[in-house]
């Protein structure tokens, strides 16, 4: 759940070493965060990233609504999730750790 004084999204496979990575980079920046868990449903999750469609009908459980105006991704789940929600929100700006290869 957002609140009002998070200034980014940190979208991660739920790993803790994604997570440090994403949280390291949002302090950094001096970012207030709130970090989401990305899994995607079966067979989406056992494909490489650039096969899986960025639908929302791929991930285990909705995305969040309403996202702010940064998202900090790390690991290839995530970067589905962040390419959608670049999508579906185009002035939101992404940041993404790792090569996700989408």
Do not use: D
Not at 3 to 9: G, R, S, V
Not at 50 to 75: A, D, H
Not at 86 to 101: A, D, G, L, S
Request: net charge positive; aromatic share 10%.
């Amino acid at each position: 759940m957002m609140h009002n004084e998070e200034q980014a999204w940190l979208l991660t496979g739920g790993l803790h070493g994604m997570f440090s990575q994403a949280a390291g980079l949002a302090n950094a920046l001096g970012l207030t965060f709130a970090h989401h868990a990305v899994r995607l449903k079966k067979p989406w999750s056992y494909l490489p990233s650039q096969l899986v469609p960025t639908k929302p009908f791929v991930f285990g459980s909705k995305l969040p609504e309403n996202p702010p105006k940064v998202v900090i991704s790390c690991g290839r789940h995530a970067a589905i999730a962040s390419k959608f929600i670049k999508i579906k929100y185009p002035e939101v700006f992404n940041i993404h750790i790792q090569n996700p290869i989408i």
